[in-house]
C-alpha cells in the first residue's frame, strides 16, 4: 500500500506565498509522474500543476508565472511553491502521484492525498 501525505496549506493574505509538500511512503518500487490538483468550493478538482521523473513540468495557464513544482526523487517528495496568492487559489490541494509498487510496470496505478487547505484572503 502506498501513502501521500501533504502538508504546508493554511491562511494567507492575497499577495502572499506557501510552501506544499507531499510525502510518498509505503510499497514503492518507483515513482514516474507527481502533481498537484486543487478542487475549489462547489468546482471539480482541476490539475494546478504536475512533473515527470525527468524533470519536465506542466502548469495550469492561471498559475504559470506564480507557481512552481519540484520534486526530490531520493525523498519521494513533491513540492508546490505557491507566490503572488490569489483568492481564486483558495480550495484543497490534492497530491497525486502514479506509483509503481513491483518491478513491473504493470504494478503502477494512480494515489492521492487527503488533500490540505488553502485560503487566500483579499
Known amino acids: 500500500q502506498v501513502q501521500l501525505v501533504e502538508s504546508g496549506g493554511g491562511l494567507v493574505q492575497a499577495g502572499g506565498s506557501l510552501r506544499l509538500s507531499c510525502v510518498a511512503s509505503?510499497?514503492?518500487?518507483?515513482?514516474?509522474?507527481m502533481g498537484w490538483y486543487r478542487q475549489a468550493p462547489g468546482k471539480q478538482r482541476e490539475l494546478v500543476a504536475e512533473?515527470?521523473?525527468?524533470?519536465?513540468?506542466n502548469y495550469a495557464d492561471s498559475v504559470k508565472g506564480r507557481f512552481t513544482i519540484s520534486r526530490d526523487n531520493a525523498k519521494n517528495t513533491v513540492y508546490l511553491q505557491m507566490n503572488s496568492l490569489k483568492p481564486e487559489d483558495t480550495g484543497l490541494f490534492y497530491c497525486?502521484?502514479?506509483?509503481?509498487?513491483?518491478?513491473?510496470?504493470?504494478?503502477?496505478?494512480?494515489?492521492w492525498g487527503q488533500g490540505t487547505q488553502v485560503t487566500v484572503s483579499s
Open positions: 497525486n502521484a502514479n506509483v509503481q509498487t513491483g518491478w513491473h510496470p504493470t504494478s503502477s496505478r494512480w494515489y
Open positions: 512533473i515527470t521523473t525527468g524533470g519536465t513540468t
Open positions: 509505503g510499497s514503492i518500487f518507483s515513482i514516474n509522474a
